[in-house]
């Protein structure tokens, strides 16, 4: 069956009750071909980092050497399906490089992954597995399943909303991390068309996304990972060197929150430039079911 998935949908959803409250483009710092900290072959050259000013708990925490308790939560791309244990998850490798990079520091990356979980089935668990963790930051990872399960986008989009709102008047920090680049979906425009729904969503509540897809695609066309390398033998999830890179690229776009500089707010004007500009050369797309 054939769908309209229209950007116009998303983003009246996202702007209700919210409003502009800055965007990564335009506040955010580009990490060109990797970071002093990340390693070579994890360079991507499009991550773009939050701002400080968009991270303001995590900037203290890292910043005064405060306590960081981080919630990743998500599907399995963040349960660690595919790593060869769950020591090889990206939560757990995130935890142990930002504790490297930052000692002294007591920081805690608690993993809250389901597998197959939909933005719905976070939102029935979102207090008693995430918010009433404390967390001063959410990494919340979503769109994969709903692309693939063909969720309405519209029921998507309003559900994302609620997720941030909620998670906001809890007094946390958010960075949204986007659906994976797949191979097999490459031609698949619902899919595609998900990938630039999360991030036109985080641009409209001014909530940094950290461009998974893109990355992934960029690994892939270098040469630095091959599809065999990059994903399982399921070729749905991520590898252990995969969750490694990932988890190294998290803390890249994770570090400047630890700056003390924070940045002036974005106009409306720029911000409605910025979601032009992020949700790719179409903004209506004709989606097929996902196969």
């Not at 909620?166 to 007094?171: A, L, N, T, Y």
């Not at 950290?210 to 990355?215: A, G, H, I, K, P």
Request: glycine fraction near 8%.
């Amino acid at each position: 069956m054939v769908r309209r998935l229209s950007f116009a949908l998303f983003l009246g959803a996202a702007s209700v009750g919210l409003g502009f409250m800055g965007l990564v483009t335009g506040t955010a710092t580009v990490l060109a071909q990797g970071s002093a900290q990340g390693s070579d072959s994890c360079a991507a050259p499009s991550l773009v980092t939050a701002s400080a000013q968009q991270l303001p708990h995590t900037r203290v925490a890292l910043s005064q050497k405060h306590d960081l308790r981080v919630v990743a939560v998500g599907s399995s791309s963040t349960q660690g399906t595919g790593a060869s244990s769950p020591a090889h998850a990206y939560p757990a490798q995130l935890d142990e490089i930002l504790e490297r990079r930052f000692p002294g520091t007591r920081i805690d990356v608690i993993n809250k992954g389901v597998g197959g979980e939909t933005v719905s089935g976070t939102l029935d668990r979102l207090d008693r597995d995430v918010l009433s963790l404390h967390p001063d930051l959410v990494i919340w990872q979503l769109g994969t399943n709903d692309a693939l399960r063909n969720i309405d986008p519209k029921t998507f989009g309003a559900q994302t909303v609620e997720g941030i709102r909620r998670i906001r008047e809890s007094g946390a920090d958010l960075l949204l991390l986007e659906p994976q680049f797949l191979p097999k979906q490459a031609g698949n425009a619902t899919y595609s068309g998900y990938v630039d729904a999360v991030r036109a969503l985080g641009a409209a509540q001014g909530v940094p996304v950290f461009r998974r897809s893109e990355v992934m695609k960029y690994w892939l066309d270098s040469k630095q990972f091959s599809p065999a390398t990059m994903l399982s033998a399921d070729q749905l999830h991520m590898t252990d060197a995969s969750y490694h890179c990932l988890a190294q690229l998290m803390a890249d776009a994770i570090m400047p929150a630890a700056m003390s500089a924070v940045q002036p707010p974005v106009s409306r004007a720029s911000a409605n430039q910025a979601i032009k500009l992020l949700s790719g050369p179409s903004a209506v797309r004709s989606a097929e079911k996902p196969r």
